[in-house]
């Protein structure tokens, strides 16, 4: 039978967002249920109820989420009830062409629960990147449940699931960062300190945190930089040079999502050195380089969707350091919240004063 949760919903453009009950129909073929211990609240959330994803309202937002399957569909084998899982938004089809190649991280075609959750009225629900789950329980594909170990805290783990694996995976997978490399990361909210982190965890040496925020630079000595650049008052491309013997940084992550700052990482790197595009820019921003310096500089531009990372072999892994004590994935949670708070938590979030708040249930 149909589980009636409480849940957070985005009914129209630009409107305060608003707790309502939500109908969960049981999992069909494919489908897993899972009763939500922990969601954070990311950016794209907001950019949901902004309008600025589509015009598929309403929402039912919340998608950086752990939780405990409790109920799976006929054929499901993957996953089983009280398995303690992370939620993601890239199970992998095994059968599109970049599966087929070899290279499920960007599968084309990723894999969402087919029934749809609903408001009592019967209107279908868009949930936020296929998961919904500022709600109590939510209704997912099983190959968007990736089990980790139990004894993980669900509100640190749970932001594996979205902006703190795009940052470790832009310097981990798609930045390739090696020992002894230098990093220089551009903005640092959640997804720049994520990468400064994953930056330090693969052996990077020199890690220059960049931002116009001296506040967002104090944080990000905290999780590992060992340089700060306050953008608002110097030279960048200089500032990154100076601290690189001259050179510019073999890693460069644009964490912002700027034209302008993407221009500064790109001449902020060294020769040859690598330029990762993590930050999601909007429609009307352009870039303007000199063809000859894309070519003369050599080297690689790499767009980061979700960090490159494949949550089957991530997750569990990341979960793994976690609680080794090596990834450091409690300092992200800035305070933990109510369902009914989410709204508020926008507000403390536009203003940067919350690395991450989590809606704990
Ligand atoms: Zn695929
Ligand atoms: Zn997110």
Same mark, same amino acid.
């Given at each position: 039978?149909?589980?009636? %949760? ?13 707790? %309502? ?6 999992? #069909? ?6 009763? @939500?211990? *922990?969601? #954070?609240?990311?950016?794209?959330? /907001? ?25 799976? &569909? ?12 992370? /939620? ?16 499920? !991280? ?13 408001? $009592?009225?019967? $209107?279908?629900?868009?949930?936020? /990147? ?12 099983? =190959? ?12 640190? @783990? ?5 902006? @703190? ?21 551009? =903005?640092? &909210?959640?997804? &720049?300190?994520?990468?400064?982190? =994953? ?7 020199? +890690? ?17 930089? $060992? ?18 013997? &001259? ?5 460069? +992550? ?10 500064? *990482? ?8 690598? /330029?990762?595009?993590? #930050?999601?820019? $909007?429609?009307?921003?352009? +870039? ?16 980061? !969707? ?12 990341? @979960? ?19 369902? =009914?708070? %989410? ?19």
């Amino acid at each position: 039978m149909a589980s009636q %949760v409480q849940g957070v919903v985005a009914m129209a453009k630009g409107e305060p967002v608003s707790l %309502v009950t939500v109908v969960v129909p049981d999992p #069909g073929s494919g489908e897993a249920l899972v009763r @939500v211990q *922990a969601c #954070g609240v990311c950016h794209t959330d /907001l950019h949901y109820r902004e309008g600025a994803i589509n015009d598929e309202f309403p929402f039912l937002l919340g998608h950086e989420a752990a939780g405990v399957v409790e109920s799976v &569909g006929p054929d499901v084998t993957s996953v089983q009830p009280g398995d303690f899982v992370v /939620l993601n938004w890239r199970a992998v089809c095994g059968e599109c062409r970049s599966c087929r190649r070899g290279r499920p !991280w960007y599968c084309f075609s990723t894999i969402n629960a087919t029934q749809k959750m609903t408001l $009592t009225d019967g $209107t279908p629900l868009s949930a936020a /990147l296929g998961i919904g789950a500022f709600a109590e329980k939510t209704l997912v594909a099983a =190959g968007q449940c990736t089990k980790v170990n139990p004894k993980a805290r669900p509100e640190a @783990v749970g932001l594996l699931g979205c902006g @703190v694996m795009a940052g470790l995976g832009a310097a981990m997978r798609t930045g390739e960062v090696g020992v002894g490399d230098s990093v220089a990361v551009f =903005g640092c &909210g959640g997804v &720049g300190c994520a990468a400064i982190v =994953g930056a330090h965890l693969a052996g990077a040496t020199t +890690i220059i945190a960049i931002d116009l925020d001296p506040r967002k630079l104090d944080r990000a000595r905290e999780f590992g930089a $060992t340089h700060v650049v306050n953008a608002s008052s110097e030279d960048v491309v200089e500032a990154v040079r100076g601290l690189t013997d &001259g050179n510019g940084a073999n890693v460069c +992550i644009e964490a912002v999502g700027n034209s302008k700052v993407m221009e500064q *990482a790109f001449y902020a790197r060294d020769l040859a050195g690598t /330029l990762v595009q993590v #930050g999601v820019p $909007t429609p009307e921003m352009r +870039i303007d380089l000199a063809m000859i310096d894309f070519f003369g500089r050599g080297g690689q531009l790499k767009p980061s !969707w979700y960090g490159d990372c494949l949550p089957s072999r991530d997750f569990p892994m990341l @979960v793994d350091l976690y609680l080794e004590g090596r990834l450091d994935l409690d300092r992200f949670v800035s305070e933990t919240i109510s369902l =009914g708070d %989410v709204e508020e938590a926008f507000h403390r979030m536009e203003r940067g004063e919350v690395l991450r708040s989590v809606v704990v249930m």
